[in-house]
């Protein structure tokens, strides 16, 4: 893999938080491999959480690193973000690429700097999804208003500046859509990178499991993924790890264990909540293993129903626990749904941001000169 082309140029990358390695670390560190030079800020760092060429660059954090608590409690201080995001000082760079999926797209690049922001998402939180993080059900009615009043106050700041950045990229087509409808900005789509080299059949025949690989939230739905687990009568394994670890393990009932990563020995992996793309389904998917997900958000561009999996129309158990026994039955062909997974190869992943990369920097000039 050839890093881009920036001679002379000086490069900063933006990321929201390292606290482990997740889908967007993960592209973070795809981009780090064309851009080895550059410089890491983030808000709050958690040393060790993230890959080792990560943490090679050394991330500058931000003051939130040294509030109380923050490095396992930092949500607590979103509203204090935008300033932390604001106050990076990137007048030494010549291109800034942030990885956001909260402020980081809303950092300052000064001077002649471009600014090209890959998107993950415009805030879940702070738009179509607020309930989903912090309904009266999960925080309570008090703290359910004064969230409410914190996160209508960080959507006006994330809209106002949306005009921060030059140059839009978005991780999926239904993310270039949410771009348009928050931020009233166009975006050209360029997919997370798979690791289709690592994640590949081993021969072996599917067991008769189902999996789920997450972050334990609330949003992932992992509670709707049990219960239709238990409807359809099947063994499920959960690997992940979060805050609501605790109260899912309280609900497993005997069909239920919380495991390490397992997709090849899975019958099928289950994806309950609507991802922006989604990761995780595509490495089954170059496992050869087929994906239950719903008809909704990104896993409708990377699944195609009855052919790599089955895509479920209703958010309900019922529902999911009739995807679960559809994908049950039918006779996919693990060979036909790895051919679909390399479409998210790493290696295009970086062609397609290399191009991006030098084109925005051939607009400042700056490899020019």
Known sequence: MEPADLRGVRVALVHDWLTGMRGGEKVLDALLELLPDAAVFTLLHVAGAVSPRIEARRPRASFVQYLPAAKRRYRWYIGLFPTAVEQFDL???????????????????????????????????AWDQFDNYFGRQRVGPLRNRVFRLAFSRLAR????????VDRYVANSNHVAG???RYYNRESTVVYPPVDTTFYCPNGSPPGSYFLIVSALVPYKRIDMAMEACRLAGVQLRIAGDGPERA????????????????????????????EDFGIAPVEALACGRPVVGLARGGVTETVSDGATGVLVDEPVAEAYAAGIARAAALPFDAEYIRKQALRFSRRRFHDEMRRLIEDTVRQVGGAAS
Do not use: N
């Not at 700041?157 to 921060?164: E, K, L, P, S």
């Open 91 to 125: 007048d030494a760079f010549d291109l800034v690429l942030s990885t956001s999926h909260c402020a980081a797209k809303s950092v300052v690049a000064t001077g002649r700097a471009r600014h090209l922001c890959y998107c993950h998402t415009p805030m879940r939180y």
């Open 178 to 180: 949410r771009i348009r």
């Open 157 to 164: 700041w994330d809209a106002a500046t949306a005009g921060r």
């Open 247 to 274: 109260r899912l393990q309280a609900l497993a009932g005997p069909g239920v264990e919380f495991v390490g990563w397992r997709y090849r020995g899975a019958r099928a992996f289950l994806l309950p909540g609507e």
